[in-house]
């Protein structure tokens, strides 16, 4: 499983690098920026709404950092907020797909324990309960956090 999440870290990793070396996220930012406007509250939904997506579809709260970081600062920085809003937003955004994934580590993990018996649905059983139970909180508690910070 280490050598798993090192693979996933270093390609993010190496992806991040990409967004950065090639110029585009400038761009990216000003154009996010311009379209949310002064909206604070629509920059963080988006954000947090983008961040579940992302994560979700490798399933890695630690290796969607590097790949949301080189966006969210700038864009955080740009829409005005503070840095620990920033931290909020990008941490929250990270864990929420990491929550429901059906490829994450915190859903296999439960369907290897519970499946004991044979009877364990992976989706069903696992990745929704966790995915309502986790996000819905996650996303008001760091919506919150974002608009007091």
Known sequence: MMAQIAVIITIASGFAGLLTATGEVAPLVEASAAL???NRA???ALMLLVGLFITI???DAFASVPIL???YVPL?????FSPLATVALL?????LGDAGSPASTITLGATAGLNADGQHDHIKD???PTFLHANIGMV???WIAAMVL
Request: proline content about 4%; aromatic content about 4%; some cysteine.
């Open 126 to 128: 696992s990745v929704i």
């Open 140 to 142: 008001i508690c760091a």
């Open 69 to 71: 970081a080189p966006i």
């Open 91 to 95: 941490g929250a955004s990270a864990a």
């Open 42 to 44: 629509l920059g963080a």
């Open 57 to 59: 579809g490798f399933g």
């Open 76 to 80: 955080c920085l740009a829409l005005g």
């Open 36 to 38: 949310i406007g002064d």
